[in-house]
T-cell receptor, first 113, second 112 residues
Framework: NAGVTQTPKFQVLKTGQSMTLQCAQD?????MYWYRQDPGMGLRLIYY???????DKGEVPNGYNVSRLNKREFSLRLESAAPSQTSVYFC????????????FGEGSRLTVL | TQLLEQSPQFLSIQEGENLTVYCNSS?????LQWYRQEPGEGPVLLVT?????EVKKLKRLTFQFGDARKDSSLHITAAQPGDTGLYLC????????????FGKGTKLSVKP
């Protein structure tokens, strides 16, 4: 009963390095999302994909790129990491309909030195 | 910019006490969701309220959506240590989930 799976769970980068966070869901959901969570800031939407083949910017997209590889997978890439991108990143999915529930992964804790 | 203000930000209480968490906005939402997040995990949906004035109960938790659909509250009766966690409200502004706005959360600690 996997739900939403994120990898890696922890990562330490140096400023300027690149990395990709992977996310996969097995619920046949149409929509997928990437959020970041920072102390005192709540959850902020980085990018989302309403359906396979589409991606849209959220509230804080600068410094990130995404790829909706297929219906199951949605990756988040940091091309040149900055200390301001130190955060906990959550992938989520939903059926994309109306008030549909968001199902979240366990999170990926990223530290940029 | 639409904002959801949650209060209080932190709450530390003894087991058996009652508490209320508030989620307020100047914007109207088509629906509002409440999530609970435990340390090291992602948020998990507790309830969705859709109709102004709606009240939903989930065991000891009571959720209310304001008549004008701008605010919501979560009331916990006789809190238990297992209720400890971060409570997040999230308002939907339209059909797309990309328009879901999260509050900053209320961190609840219930001491035995």
């Amino acid at each position: 009963n996997a739900g939403v799976t994120q990898t890696p769970k922890f990562q330490v980068l140096k400023t300027g390095q690149s990395m990709t966070l992977q996310c996969a869901q097995d619920m046949n959901h149409n929509s997928m999302y990437w959020y970041r969570q920072d102390p005192g800031m709540g959850l902020r939407l980085i990018y989302y994909s309403a359906s396979e083949g589409t991606t849209d910017k959220g509230e804080v997209p600068n410094g990130y790129n995404v790829s909706r590889l297929n219906k199951r997978e949605f990756s988040l890439r940091l091309e040149s990491a900055a200390p301001s991108q130190t955060s906990v990143y959550f992938c989520a999915s939903s059926d994309g309909l109306g008030t549909g529930e968001l199902f979240f992964g366990e999170g990926s804790r990223l530290t940029v030195l | 910019t639409q904002l959801l203000e949650q209060s209080p930000q932190f709450l530390s209480i003894q087991e058996g006490e009652n508490l209320t968490v508030y989620c307020n906005s100047s914007s109207v939402f088509s629906s509002l969701q409440w999530y609970r997040q435990e340390p090291g995990e992602g948020p998990v949906l507790l309830v969705t309220v859709v109709t102004g004035g709606e009240v939903k109960k989930l065991k000891r938790l009571t959720f209310q959506f304001g008549d004008a659909r701008k605010d919501s509250s979560l009331h916990i009766t006789a809190a238990q240590p297992g209720d400890t966690g971060l409570y997040l409200c999230a308002g939907a502004t339209g059909g797309s989930q990309g328009n879901l706005i999260f509050g900053k959360g209320t961190k609840l600690s219930v001491k035995p």
